[in-house]
């Protein structure tokens, strides 16, 4: 079954804790990209790549790292997240000019 | 750059009500335009999908027409059912062979009451 899957679902922590959403992806997919979802913004593009080893800034990049040294895996980073890095964030995989797949998402709660 | 603006919620409807939820866009060029569904605690589903002008989509009983001229992409159904309770997302992308991210709507969340 074609799946995106991040982990964790949920997540509390405090502020200035480093933190890791894995995603993970079992098509073979080439693109791949983080979202965050904020009540009356929709989704906003965080950060995306390509292939292996090429990733970019999508629009609201900041505090947040990824890095994609295998192609089914796209981690996303937080080095030190504050209160408003609380959000709902998505995972989503592509190929070529097909629609997006979308993982079940992660709930962060930063304190 | 490119925006998406649906129509904002919430939305409440009884059983077997017409659904109509507005989106139009702002693009330059022509971009692919879809209609994704999250129902609660879980993550964005494709609804629907139209690539051209004048194209029709449709899922579920949903449908949705590529407008250029109107530069809009209403969701529409017939006889909403308790079970299409979610939040409807509008959103485009433009295939340029670089980041083809998908460009989101609010969101608009429907309620259905029986």
């Known amino acids: 079954e074609a799946q995106v899957t991040q982990n964790p679902r949920y997540l509390i922590t405090v502020t200035g804790k480093k933190l890791t959403v894995t995603c993970s992806q079992n098509m073979n997919h080439e693109y791949m990209s983080w979202y965050r979802q904020d009540p009356g913004l929709g989704l906003r593009q965080i950060y995306y790549s390509m292939n292996v080893e090429v990733t970019d800034k999508g629009d609201v990049p900041e505090g947040y790292k990824v890095s994609r040294k295998e192609k089914r895996n796209f981690p996303l980073i937080l080095e030190s997240p504050s209160p408003n890095q609380t959000s709902l964030y998505f995972c989503?995989?592509?190929?070529?000019?097909?629609?997006?797949?979308f993982g079940d998402g992660t709930r962060l709660s930063i304190l | 750059g490119n925006s998406v603006t649906q129509m904002e919620g919430p939305v409440t409807l009884s059983e077997e009500a017409f659904l109509t939820i507005n989106c139009t866009y702002t693009a330059t060029g022509y971009p692919s335009l879809f209609w994704y569904v999250q129902y609660p605690g879980e993550g964005l589903q494709l609804l629907l999908k139209a690539t051209k002008a004048d194209d029709k989509g449709s899922n579920k009983g949903f449908e949705a027409t590529y407008r250029k001229e109107t530069t809009s992409f209403h969701l529409e159904k017939g006889s909403v059912q308790v079970s299409d309770s979610a939040v409807y997302f509008c959103?485009?992308?433009?295939?340029?062979?670089?980041?083809?991210?998908?460009?989101f709507g609010t969101g608009t969340r429907l309620t259905i009451i029986p």
């Open positions: 989503a995989s592509r190929q070529g000019g097909q629609p997006q797949h």
């Open positions: 959103a485009l992308i433009m295939w340029n062979f670089g980041n083809e991210k998908l460009t």
